[in-house]
């Protein structure tokens, strides 16, 4: 017996995966469980709230919005990291989110295992956000030499696989 759909209810039921779609309009016109919970029913009303506000582009009421899908990944809302999808097709567009929290919380319980300084602790944040040298540079108020001085100290202090983990969490 096939059972996608039912897998499918699951999936769209899973507490750290939101769905959201919209009509062209951009009027709510379905939210699962854990969307309900953490945007509140918005239902037919016009989407503002997470991760409408971090994507921007989308939904978007102009008919000429390109169909297909977008990707945002690592996207801060209310002090929770997300994957975020959007798909737009001709009639609906789609928000589905991933709540990364649970990689965050094993990243922090392995790097407590470390002895980083608190700068090194703001770099790495930094650089799991997607911050480019730069822009982490000025937000931390130093030099770029400064900053490559503090990654090695970081790459030196971290194992291998913890590397990994943190290069594919960081990924976009």
């Known amino acids: ?14 507490e750290k995966i939101s769905v959201c779609i919209l009509n062209k309009s951009g009027n709510i016109i379905y939210q699962n469980n854990s969307c309900l919970c953490y945007c509140g029913n918005q239902f037919g009303t016009f989407c503002q ?10 939904p978007n009421t102009d008919s000429n919005i390109k169909q297909g899908m977008r990707l945002y990944k690592n996207l801060k809302v209310n002090k929770s990291l997300f994957d975020v999808t959007t798909i737009s ?7 589905i989110s991933y709540q990364k929290d649970d990689e965050l919380d094993y990243l922090n319980e392995q790097l407590d295992k470390y002895q980083l300084t608190k700068k090194e602790q703001k770099v ?9 040298n730069n822009s982490i540079s000025k ?24 590397k990994e983990f943190i290069t594919d969490l960081r990924k976009t």
């Open 89 to 95: 097709t001709k009639v609906y567009n789609s928000i």
């Open 124 to 132: 790495l944040n930094c650089l799991i956000e997607g911050k480019s």
């Open 139 to 162: 937000d931390l108020n130093i030099t770029e030499n400064t900053l490559r001085t503090h990654i090695k100290s970081i790459n030196k202090k971290i194992d291998p696989d913890l």
């Open 49 to 58: 709230k997470n991760s409408f506000k971090i994507c921007g582009d989308f």
């Open 1 to 14: 017996m096939y059972t996608g759909s039912k897998d499918l209810l699951k999936l769209i039921d899973d």
